[in-house]
């Protein structure tokens, strides 16, 4: 087995962790009413979209997310969480050397004895979530799972979903894939975008990543009978006729998004290794950003 496979399979057991950190974390993590804003890199700015889109929509204050080099200057905000699984993403520890002098930064890691968390003005570890893997995978979810215990939610049945999703029958065969795409709606969104990551990183495969009711505005247009859509959550009325109009299939949810997000990533390394690809050592990738001065 991957050890990729193995971080997938820790993963529900690991958000019950990460709600008891939430707990622990709560006078650290965002207030009700804070104008906060997220940011981070790859798998780390998806998360950001999608703790940002859950935490407006619990109705506890504005909450914007940005990839760590494009954050705009001149804003005003209560709050500033970086989020970064080794504490070491170069755009990420420069942005917190920047913003410290004006706003509070929270940084959100695995390791606390980097740059990050030597800079930030405060932090929650997830240590118990770090991975040996380049491709990120549970440290992406138990940040989810941190942050949406922390706006109030039970999460007993979303950790549930996520334990059939490890067992479930994954719900197309590798071979059949040409190109997938997945859909999200409000928080799930960034999920959508961390799964088709996923499948870039492993497998090198055409994916896409879109708000559902975006996916007509274009990008169908290049949908035929090797495509995948999955939705992440259940799509608006009418869309999945249009999608099947295509020949495309459809894969509705069976659970919870972020338990839809773990079956994303089993097929993910399923179609790597269908590619003769080794999903542990991926393409032209680190498990850190780090940039030369």
């Known amino acids: 087995m991957t050890f990729v496979s193995e971080e997938i399979e820790s993963q529900p057991e690991l958000w019950r962790r990460a709600a008891a950190t939430a707990a622990d ?20 700015l998806y998360v950001a979209q999608a703790i940002g889109a859950a935490r407006e929509a619990a109705g506890h204050g504005e ?14 905000y209560d709050l500033a969480v970086a989020v970064s699984r080794s504490g070491t993403t170069t755009e990420v520890v420069e942005l917190t050397r920047r ?12 390791q606390d004895d980097g740059p ?9 570890t997830l240590g118990f979530a770090d991975e040996r ?4 995978t549970r440290f992406a979810t138990c940040t989810v799972a941190l942050f949406r215990a922390h706006l109030g939610e ?3 049945r979303v950790v549930a979903d996520g334990e059939r999703a490890l ?15 997945f859909l999200g709606r409000s928080a799930s969104v960034g999920l959508a975008h961390e799964a088709a990551l996923k499948v870039r990183e492993a497998a090198q495969a055409w994916s896409e990543a879109y708000p559902a009711m975006e996916y007509r505005h274009g990008p169908i247009s290049v949908a035929d009978d090797t495509t995948v859509v999955w939705a992440l959550e259940p799509l608006p009325e009418g869309l999945e006729d249009e999608i099947t109009a295509t020949g495309a299939r459809v894969v509705n949810p069976q659970g919870d998004p972020l338990a839809e997000l773990v079956r994303a990533q089993r097929l993910a390394v ?22 030369e001065p």
């Not at 990050?116 to 929650?124: H, M, Q, Y």
């Open 25 to 44: 974390a709560a006078t650290v993590l965002p207030e009700r009413g804070a104008r906060v804003a997220l940011f981070g890199c790859g798998t780390s």
């Open 63 to 76: 909450t914007d997310a940005f990839p760590a080099s494009e954050m705009p200057r001149g804003r005003r």
């Open 99 to 110: 913003l410290r002098a004006s706003i509070p930064v929270l940084a959100i890691t695995a």
């Open 116 to 124: 990050l968390g030597k800079l930030a003005s405060r932090i929650v």
């Open 133 to 136: 893997s380049v491709v990120q």
């Open 154 to 156: 039970r999460l007993e």
């Open 167 to 181: 067992s479930a029958p994954l719900p197309v065969e590798p071979e059949e894939i040409g190109q997938l795409v």
């Open 270 to 291: 399923e179609l790597a290794l269908a590619r003769g690809l080794d999903p542990d050592r991926p393409r032209n990738l680190t498990r850190s950003v780090v940039l």
